[in-house]
């Protein structure tokens, strides 16, 4: 899993429940068995859509390739990598 996932799994879980928790809302489900069910899906829904986004994000990239190595890049440059 890469890390641009993690993120976003974050915001998507909380768009795709709060999303289903208004949809349920306005036709008059107030039972919170929906509600929870809806907020299951959403969380249960969050980590397949980042994961697509992310890899859609990341073909369109031009400087991101996948076969460059893991201790390349990383959070901290380290002083003699290779630019891109």
């Not at 949809?23 to 249960?44: P, Q, R």
């Not at 980042?50 to 073909?59: E, F």
């Amino acid at each position: 899993m890469d890390r641009l996932s993690i993120i976003l799994s974050l915001l998507s879980g909380a768009l795709i429940s709060g999303f289903l928790v208004t949809t349920a809302f306005s036709m008059g489900y107030y039972n919170w068995w929906v509600i929870g069910g809806a907020v299951a899906v959403g969380m249960l829904m969050a980590w397949p859509s980042a994961y697509y986004v992310s890899r859609l994000i990341k073909n369109q990239d031009p400087h991101w390739s996948p076969d460059r190595e893991r201790m390349e890049y990383g959070t901290i440059p380290r002083r003699n990598a290779k630019e891109v």
